[in-house]
Every structure is written in structure tokens, then in C-alpha cells.
């Protein structure tokens, strides 16, 4: 009897660990779109699963809510983010209790609207994208993360995001 016990408590004890590093997580937050002159500012929603604690899958939308004013051929040009989708295999690394780092690897798009004295261009392009980034938990369930991504596209596009992370 004390040793169900035992075993139940340990049970307890080690099944919120094993809740941590794998299951459903999703994110909401902010990534910044830079290609050469132009800075562009997105609000980003991401959902994926953890396998387990080193391997993952996850998914990703981004809006554009920031846009940036350009010089070409002496016009201004407003440049704007309509939106841009993605989805990754994840590879992570548990550095502490809270803290991990990951790298990511998949197919991504962008959808970038330029415009100019009432003319109007869209530009879709889509390709490979990789990145890194880490990840601190403040519980069990919340946390916040930084990552880099490179949309590798005919013009390299740079991601950097901020987002708060809530796993389930």
C-alpha cells in the first residue's frame, strides 16, 4: 500500500513536467519584416505541437500592421505587409527547468503590397525559411520567446518576433 502511494505521488509529481515539453502550445505577438531600406510590422499568431522536447511542428499567420514609406525612383512608395503564412519542423533544446532553444526549418510566404501616386503592385512569393530562437517560461504554462527567421526568397527577407507563449 505505501508503495502505490509512492508511486502515485511520484506520478503526480512528474506528469506537470512531462505537460511542459510536449502538447499543443500557441503565441501571439509582434514580428518585424526587414528587406533592404524597408521595415514592415506584423502581428503574428502561431499554433504547434511538441512531440516531445526536442521535436515539434508548428504553424504560423502574420498581418501586416505596420508599414513603411520608401524612396524609388524619387517617388514615395507606401510598402505594406497584406500577410504572410508559414509552417515549420521544429528541433528544440531544453537548456534549464524554463528555458530551451530551438531551431526551425520550412515553407513560408509573404504577400507585399507597394503603392504609388494611386498604382498599385502585389508581390506573393514564397520558399524555404529557417531560423533559431529560445524560449523562458515563467510557469507551466506562460512564457514569452524571441526568434529570428530568414525567408529564404529571390531577396532575403529577415523575421524577428517577440510573442507570449501559452501551452495547454
Not at 531600406?37 to 501586416?64: K, M, P, Q, T
Not at 509573404?110 to 529560445?134: L, T
Given at each position: 500500500?505505501?508503495?502505490?502511494?509512492?508511486?502515485?505521488?511520484?506520478?503526480?509529481?512528474?506528469?506537470?513536467?512531462?505537460?511542459?515539453?510536449?502538447?499543443?502550445?500557441g503565441?501571439?505577438?509582434?514580428?518585424?519584416?526587414?528587406?533592404?531600406?524597408?521595415?514592415?510590422?506584423?502581428?503574428?499568431?502561431?499554433?504547434?505541437?511538441?512531440?516531445?522536447?526536442?521535436?515539434?511542428?508548428?504553424?504560423?499567420?502574420?498581418?501586416g500592421v505596420?508599414?513603411?514609406?520608401?524612396?524609388?525612383?524619387?517617388?514615395?512608395?507606401?510598402?505594406?505587409?497584406?500577410?504572410?503564412?508559414?509552417?515549420?519542423?521544429?528541433?528544440?533544446?531544453?537548456?534549464?527547468?524554463?528555458?530551451?532553444?530551438?531551431?526551425?526549418?520550412?515553407?513560408?510566404?509573404?504577400?507585399?503590397?507597394?503603392?504609388?501616386?494611386?498604382?498599385s503592385?502585389?508581390?506573393?512569393?514564397?520558399?524555404?525559411?529557417?531560423?533559431?530562437?529560445?524560449?523562458?517560461?515563467?510557469?507551466?504554462f506562460?512564457?514569452?520567446?524571441?526568434?529570428?527567421?530568414?525567408?529564404?526568397?529571390?531577396?532575403?527577407?529577415?523575421?524577428?518576433?517577440?510573442?507570449?507563449?501559452?501551452?495547454?
Amino acid at each position: 500500500m505505501k508503495l502505490a502511494l509512492a508511486c502515485l505521488a511520484a506520478l503526480a509529481t512528474v506528469t506537470p513536467a512531462i505537460a511542459q515539453e510536449s502538447g499543443f502550445y500557441g503565441s501571439a505577438g509582434y514580428s518585424n519584416f526587414a528587406a533592404d531600406d524597408v521595415d514592415l510590422g506584423a502581428l503574428a499568431l502561431r499554433g504547434g505541437w511538441n512531440f516531445n522536447e526536442y521535436v515539434g511542428g508548428e504553424v504560423e499567420g502574420s498581418i501586416g500592421v505596420v508599414d513603411d514609406d520608401v524612396t524609388f525612383a524619387e517617388s514615395n512608395v507606401d510598402v505594406e505587409l497584406n500577410h504572410s503564412l508559414g509552417a515549420f519542423a521544429t528541433a528544440g533544446l531544453p537548456l534549464s527547468e524554463r528555458g530551451r532553444v530551438f531551431a526551425r526549418a520550412g515553407y513560408a510566404s509573404v504577400d507585399i503590397e507597394g503603392s504609388s501616386d494611386g498604382v498599385s503592385v502585389s508581390q506573393d512569393d514564397s520558399d524555404f525559411a529557417y531560423g533559431i530562437g529560445g524560449e523562458y517560461r515563467f510557469d507551466a504554462f506562460n512564457g514569452v520567446r524571441l526568434g529570428y527567421t530568414a525567408y529564404d526568397f529571390e531577396e532575403t527577407i529577415d523575421v524577428f518576433e517577440i510573442s507570449y507563449v501559452r501551452r495547454f
